[in-house]
């Protein structure tokens, strides 16, 4: 187990992390991405989802090839892929117990929106858990596992990476924090929805710290001790 007084900083991805991929929100915003780009460029949805999955795999987002290649707008794209029933979530008392007794301080980073993530969030009855929200716009729209996106996030929050630890269901995305000195927990999935179209990860990866497949449970062990409070995010450089 990992000792969490050598942690002042949680960070935490949103999708298909802060809750499982078992409770099928994301595949809403698969939907709408395929159905954006069939707009766009006038393709069929099956020859669309292709594309969406070669940009995603190729790019770190969807929304990254869309905008090299294709020049989007990308605050319509967001817009519009995350207008999605957030009803499937429920209420997640036992998560939000275990988060406010985590000593340090918690952080959403991921490649989403910020009001998405917030409506996550809520849905979940767990807002008041997080300092704050790095989503792709903060991140000047440079996604993970882009290296740069980390940095950003560093220099915004004030992360000292050595004290920080990261939670991802994708285990591609830890390597840029493992590489910057962040312990790395990967919360592995069966039949994750993204796997296929990635490369396939090890069984045993080098960059991972720690593996589990029920993360309340292993959060639930790391309540017990923390460290103070770290400064607060940079306020010079605003995430909103």
Not at 64 to 79: A, E, K, Q, T, V
Not at 213 to 230: I, R, S
Request: with cysteine.
């Amino acid at each position: 187990m990992l000792d969490p007084a050598r942690i002042d900083t949680w960070v935490f991805d949103l999708d298909n992390t802060i809750y499982p991929a078992v409770q099928s929100l994301f595949p809403q915003i698969d939907v709408r991405i395929s159905g954006y780009i069939s707009t766009l460029l006038s393709l069929g949805l099956d020859e669309s989802y292709r594309l969406q999955k070669t940009y995603y795999r190729d790019y770190g987002t969807t929304l990254r090839g869309l905008m090299s290649l294709h020049h989007i707008d990308p605050d319509h794209f967001l817009d519009y892929v995350h207008d999605i029933d957030y009803s499937v979530l429920k209420p997640a008392p036992r998560l939000g117990q275990a988060l406010a007794a985590l000593n340090g301080r918690k952080l959403i980073f991921t490649n989403g929106s910020k009001p998405h993530a917030e409506r996550v969030l809520a849905a979940l009855d767990i807002t008041s858990a997080f300092e704050d929200i790095f989503d792709i716009v903060a991140a000047d729209f440079i996604p993970k596992p882009q290296m740069r996106a980390y940095e950003i996030l560093g220099e915004r929050c004030r992360v000292t990476f050595e004290r920080a630890a990261m939670i991802e269901d994708l285990e591609r995305n830890l390597l840029p924090a493992r590489q910057l000195g962040m312990t790395t927990i990967w919360f592995k999935q069966d039949e994750h929805p993204d796997e296929k179209f990635i490369d396939a990860p090890l069984a045993n990866p080098a960059h991972i710290d720690h593996i589990t497949d029920d993360l309340l449970h292993w959060l639930e062990q790391m309540v017990d001790l923390g460290p103070p409070q770290p400064p607060s995010c940079d306020k010079a450089n605003p995430l909103s």
